[in-house]
């Protein structure tokens, strides 16, 4: 079968314009790694897929520390952005049962609308300086002549560019890492969210739930601009099997937070890495999802996203300066990131419901004050 190369060769499409750094997906990683480089004074080009407005989801629950990521680009987080209530506590429920789970103490969770964030990360990019190319459909890579050549469609025509180094941040399905690791396939979870209008006894926290029956995983209840988005995170399976624990979940609610459902507003799904991360090759990288830089035990992405894209820009500023290969740099500078990944994979295999209770016992001693 002919390379999507070889078709641009034969029609006449392999022109393109060359860049210091291309970076593929326009989430919180790319956009963050965009930015970067703009900042380090790279000319750099962001491909992403979608067009605005882009609907991503998510929980939309992030650290309080995103704000202080945010702050090393120089960017605030800005209040149009934030849901209903902006910030939540932490409440972790055991399989025992509300009674024996609580508040940590002293932490705060920021409330966010993803989409809306994405989208002012995205601008904010534009206005650092990077080229954003929307509808941007990532075909192909090849590295030729010390350079990465990139074969993509851009609102529907075929496109290449080049670039001296390469960012794949195209999400849990990343076809970047498919290209670069051909024979690799990385295990997922999935994470069903259902919007519901509803009441029940619910305060404005993060409710983070634990029990074998519902899920392997965790279970989350956040509320959002008025509504309350009900979450099961699993290992991928059928449709049917994540609904039943959805089902399931909901019954528990009742019992536990009187939790009524008056309207479904939308149901959802989202597909997320529980394997261990990898890094790239030679002059291209990955980062978030697309390396495998998600929380295993909680879902949390973001920051991890952030931090690894901003990290894959420093490493790119560092090679070039330096002429050590681009992967060996970041892979030194990221390998805590990968243990803390690994451990907390570690942790969701053996997470028996004796576990989980140990767990959240622990968290909430450990929140008390001495």
């Known amino acids: 079968m002919k390379s999507y190369f070889h078709k641009l060769e034969e029609d006449g499409s392999m022109t393109g314009k060359s860049f210091d750094v291309i970076v593929v997906g326009g989430g919180p990683a790319g956009a963050a790694s965009a ?22 989801p998510c929980g939309g629950v992030f650290p309080s520390i995103c704000t202080e990521v945010l702050s090393d680009l120089g960017l605030k987080l800005p209040q149009e952005v934030m849901c209903t209530p902006p910030t939540l506590s932490l409440f972790y429920v055991p399989p025992e049962g509300r009674r024996k789970g609580g508040a940590v103490r002293g932490y705060r969770l920021l409330n966010v609308n993803r989409d809306l964030f994405d989208r002012w990360l995205q601008k904010a990019s534009q206005n650092f300086g990077v080229d954003v190319r929307f509808k941007a459909e990532f075909k192909g890579l090849r590295f030729a002549g010390g350079r990465v050549e990139v074969a993509a469609e851009v609102d529907g025509e075929k496109a290449r560019f080049s670039a001296l180094y390469f960012v794949g941040a195209d999400g849990a399905l990343s076809q970047v890492r498919r290209k670069l690791y051909p024979c690799r396939r990385m295990k997922m979870f999935t994470a069903l969210q259902e919007w519901w209008e509803a009441e029940g006894d619910f305060s404005d926290c993060f409710y983070v739930f634990f029990k074998q029956e519902i899920a392997p995983l965790y279970a989350y209840v956040v509320p959002k601009d008025g509504f309350f ?5 699993l290992p991928t399976g059928s449709f049917k099997q994540m609904s039943t624990r959805m089902e399931k979940f909901k019954e528990w609610l009742r019992r536990e937070f009187s939790f009524h459902p008056i309207r479904l507003v939308k149901e959802e799904a989202a597909v997320l890495p529980h394997d261990r991360p990898v890094n790239g090759e030679d002059r291209v990288v990955l980062i978030g999802d697309a390396a495998g830089f998600c929380n295993q035990f909680s879902g949390e992405g973001v920051r991890l996203a952030m931090e690894s894209g901003i990290t894959a820009a420093e490493s790119i ?7 050590e290969r681009l992967s060996s740099v970041y892979s030194r500078r990221v390998e805590d990131l990968n243990m803390f990944i690994r451990k907390t994979q570690e942790s969701t295999s053996n997470l028996t419901d004796e576990a989980a209770g140990e767990f959240v016992k622990s968290e909430l001693k450990r929140s008390l004050p001495l």
């Open 317 to 323: 500023d560092i090679a070039e300066h330096s002429g």
């Open 229 to 233: 988005v009900l979450g099961t995170a």
């Open 35 to 56: 930015i970067k480089c703009a900042q380090l004074g790279y000319r750099t080009l962001l491909l992403e897929k979608g067009a605005p407005p882009r609907h991503k």
